[in-house]
């Protein structure tokens, strides 16, 4: 009951939640020439690649979805959710000032340093569309299961990113174990594949990704126009708020020895 009423009092820091997010957001993009095409970038330059391969040269095709639409689609959320796990695990490290001299919870900086990736995935997102219109695939209702999907996503990023946080407090090699755990992560997610090209057997164990499930809802709300199963939404969801808690409850374990050792 404690631990939820901490997760409660975040809402009295929203100011400073707010404040930190901007500094997160000017910082990245200071004196950067590009700015925010990056967020653009980055997918469009790895869908490109991935769709000459697969698209192109071995002429792959997923349920008449353009290759390249599908690849960008999957980059679009997976470089958000990458992203903010790799923000999130240094967002400590990288306050030292912040955690040693300030009394506020510090689970705010990991918010932050999630947060703080929004504008990313609401440009990248903008181009998405664009390209879905490019490609004359109809706009329906159905596209605002983007909503949850992408809510979802939010609640699990936060989750892994405070272990993290946490932990590479303690033990600075996870710097280095995180982009590599990241890389394995998307192989075993359907970003630059669907989950209907996997083989029957296999694809249950590839489903217990939570990041499967909310790809492919993305995915068929945007170019199929139809709902996901709600069974398996809520599951999803449970999925997500299950790490999330648990994170949250270490995190705040954890909290009292961050000053002394960071």
Do not use: H
Not at 83 to 102: E, H, Q, R
Not at 139 to 151: E, V
Request: aromatic share 16%; net charge positive.
């Amino acid at each position: 009951m404690q631990d939820f009423v901490k997760i409660i009092k975040i809402w009295q820091y929203r100011q400073l939640l707010y404040f930190l997010t901007i500094k997160e957001i000017k910082v990245r993009y200071k004196q950067a020439f590009f700015g925010i095409a990056w967020a653009i970038l980055t997918p469009l330059s790895q869908a490109l690649v991935f769709a000459f391969i697969f698209g192109i040269l071995l002429k792959t095709q997923i349920n008449n979805i353009p290759y390249l639409l599908l690849v960008f689609s999957g980059f679009t959320f997976w470089n958000f959710f990458a992203l903010s796990i790799s923000s999130a695990t240094s967002a400590l490290t990288g306050n030292t000032n912040l955690v040693t001299k300030s009394t506020f919870p510090k689970e705010i900086l990991v918010l932050a340093s999630v947060f703080g990736r929004l504008p990313d995935l609401l440009a990248s997102l903008t181009m998405l569309l664009i390209m879905l219109a490019f490609y004359q695939i109809n706009f329906s209702m159905q596209l605002l299961w983007i909503i949850p999907m992408f809510a979802i996503e939010v609640i699990l990023a936060l989750g892994i990113g405070l272990f993290f946080a946490a932990a590479n407090v303690y033990f600075r090699d996870i710097t280095a174990l995180v982009p590599l755990l990241l890389m394995l992560w998307l192989y075993l997610t359907p970003v630059v594949y669907s989950l209907s090209l996997i083989p029957k057997a296999y694809q249950f164990f590839i489903s217990l990704n939570p990041m499967t499930g909310i790809l492919e809802g993305v995915r068929g709300s945007l170019f199929l126009q139809k709902s996901p199963d709600i069974s398996a939404l809520i599951l999803l969801m449970c999925i997500s708020l299950t790490i999330f808690i648990i994170n949250f409850i270490l995190f705040k374990k954890l909290e009292k020895g961050f000053a002394d050792i960071i």
